[in-house]
């Protein structure tokens, strides 16, 4: 049986695959009191579920999902504001290649749709030298 868990390892394992980089589960918001909360390693990959903005039963007796997910690509680079900022792109780049036509297989999940990347620039991010790349989508999954 599919579930968003199994999707949620599936990603995770996909991306731990194709990028050499430490690749995490990330719960919450990106944001200043988050993040003191959790250790942040650099580079890395953190992926979040969003959660679902449609949930429909069908007749066949299914639930399908509209999930929508996020990475964060976080860079540091000590004083050097454009090598970060191109390394989180780069990192950005290689998640979308990464996720794109994956159903990761899992069974009656759907390829990403919706796929965009947000240069998250912050004053807390800035000051502690790092760059963000969001990536998010959703993909839709039979349960």
């Known amino acids: ?10 990603i995770i394992s996909k991306l ?7 690749v995490n589960r990330y719960s919450g918001q990106l944001g ?4 003191k909360r959790v250790v ?9 579920f969003l ?8 007749a066949t ?11 964060y690509a976080m860079t540091q680079s000590p004083g050097d504001r454009e090598a970060r900022t191109e390394n989180a792109i ?6 979308i290649d990464s996720i794109m036509f994956q159903d ?12 965009r990347i947000d240069n998250v620039f912050t004053e807390w991010a800035d000051a502690r030298e790092m760059a963000i790349c969001a990536i998010s989508w959703e993909q839709k999954i039979r349960i």
């Open 1 to 10: 049986m599919s579930s968003v868990n199994t999707l949620y390892n599936a």
């Open 16 to 22: 731990s695959a194709d990028i050499a980089v430490s």
């Open 32 to 35: 200043e009191v988050e993040n």
């Open 40 to 48: 942040l390693t650099f580079p890395a990959l953190y992926v979040a």
């Open 51 to 58: 959660g679902a903005n449609s949930i429909d039963g069908l």
């Open 61 to 71: 007796g299914e639930t399908e999902l509209n999930t929508r997910w996020i990475v």
């Open 90 to 95: 780069d990192y950005a780049q290689a998640v």
């Open 104 to 115: 990761f297989g899992v069974p009656r999940a759907r390829t990403p749709v919706n796929l």
